[in-house]
């Protein structure tokens, strides 16, 4: 008889062990599994390129869209901001670029027209690997008497495949040397920005240089993906930075893995440049 109470005493003491420990593997898992620290965020890999048409500047009156479309698939980018896009003009041929771009890489897009140009349209565009909605364009100022060409940001809604839902947009800013219209579009494109809510990436030529007024009132509201920006432009003699990738930084949604120029000085007279961004969960 004490044998067998002996036995039972040990047998309980086994049982509260495995439960003890039991307890302590699942304190473990909870504290491995990140709900005691800060969660790992989904990953999206953003390009912001001017295309040029998708004309090589050492080839006049060529178009080589296969060189822009290698130079994107080469980077794998999640979400791409065109510019300098052509819609079936005269000397880029027939079809809407942006539409042959996405098709060759598997991609969405959203075109966008600035002007009418040669017979057809010229403008921005995105691509995502991702469903696009609301897709919007939004025209930006120019003052009259300026001669300044219409400028646009084009923007869509994402969900990304981890449930985040963002806002991306693509602009081109005007070109001519006095800023007066890049600065009646920059105050444009914030404006449009504050009235957002979801969190917001806005990539693209901005035709202004880091330091410039320009930037300077984009980045009182947007966060730059470079701080020391390196140059993309031109491709066959770099000497200053006028592509950016920006984000609002007071949804708190995003954090700046890395940034890079892609040195491809052939089909383009732009770098494309590239940020990988964190999506705070």
Do not use: W
């Given at each position: 008889?004490?044998?067998?109470?002996?036995?039972?005493?040990?047998?309980?003491?086994?049982?509260?062990?495995?439960?003890?420990?039991?307890?302590?593997?699942?304190?473990?898992?909870?504290?491995?599994?990140?709900?005691?620290?800060?969660?790992?965020?989904?990953?999206?890999?953003?390009?912001a390129y001017?295309?040029?048409?998708?004309?090589?500047?050492?080839?006049p009156e060529?178009?080589?869209?296969?060189?822009?479309?290698?130079?994107?698939?080469?980077?794998?980018?999640?979400?791409?901001?065109?510019?300098?896009?052509?819609?079936?003009?005269?000397?880029?041929?027939?079809?809407?670029?942006?539409?042959?771009?996405?098709?060759?890489?598997?991609?969405?897009?959203?075109?966008?027209?600035?002007?009418?140009?040669?017979?057809?349209?010229?403008?921005?565009?995105?691509?995502?690997?991702f469903p696009?909605?609301?897709?919007?364009?939004?025209?930006?100022?120019?003052?009259?008497?300026?001669?300044?060409?219409?400028?646009?940001?084009?923007?869509?809604?994402?969900?990304?495949?981890?449930?985040?839902?963002?806002?991306?947009?693509?602009?081109?800013?005007?070109?001519?040397?006095?800023?007066?219209?890049?600065?009646?579009?920059?105050?444009?494109?914030?404006?449009?920005?504050?009235?957002?809510?979801?969190?917001?990436?806005?990539?693209?030529?901005?035709?202004?240089?880091?330091?410039?007024?320009?930037?300077?009132?984009?980045?009182?509201?947007?966060?730059?993906?470079?701080?020391?920006?390196?140059?993309?432009?031109?491709?066959?003699?770099?000497?200053?930075?006028?592509?950016?990738?920006?984000?609002?930084?007071?949804?708190?949604?995003?954090?700046?893995?890395?940034?890079?120029?892609?040195?491809?000085?052939?089909?383009?007279?732009?770098?494309?440049?590239?940020?990988?961004?964190?999506?705070?969960?």
């Amino acid at each position: 008889m004490a044998n067998f109470l002996k036995g039972i005493v040990a047998g309980m003491a086994v049982i509260f062990a495995v439960a003890c420990s039991s307890s302590s593997s699942t304190a473990d898992s909870s504290e491995m599994d990140g709900s005691n620290q800060e969660k790992v965020g989904e990953e999206l890999r953003v390009m912001a390129y001017n295309i040029h048409h998708a004309n090589p500047p050492s080839k006049p009156e060529f178009i080589d869209l296969n060189a822009i479309v290698e130079t994107i698939r080469n980077e794998d980018p999640d979400l791409v901001a065109l510019q300098e896009v052509d819609f079936n003009t005269e000397r880029s041929g027939a079809g809407n670029q942006a539409e042959q771009i996405a098709s060759l890489l598997n991609m969405n897009y959203f075109f966008g027209k600035a002007i009418d140009y040669e017979g057809g349209e010229y403008g921005v565009a995105i691509l995502s690997k991702f469903p696009l909605a609301e897709e919007k364009v939004e025209r930006l100022p120019t003052q009259a008497g300026t001669n300044g060409e219409p400028r646009v940001l084009v923007t869509a809604k994402i969900v990304t495949p981890k449930g985040n839902t963002i806002r991306f947009g693509s602009t081109h800013l005007d070109a001519q040397r006095e800023p007066t219209n890049r600065l009646l579009q920059i105050k444009k494109i914030v404006e449009l920005a504050q009235d957002e809510e979801l969190p917001f990436i806005i990539a693209g030529d901005f035709n202004a240089v880091q330091d410039s007024e320009v930037m300077n009132i984009f980045t009182n509201d947007f966060g730059l993906t470079c701080t020391d920006c390196p140059f993309t432009i031109s491709t066959d003699n770099p000497v200053k930075t006028i592509d950016f990738i920006g984000f609002n930084p007071a949804s708190g949604k995003f954090k700046v893995k890395n940034h890079h120029v892609v040195k491809q000085d052939y089909a383009s007279d732009h770098f494309p440049i590239v940020s990988n961004l964190v999506i705070v969960q």
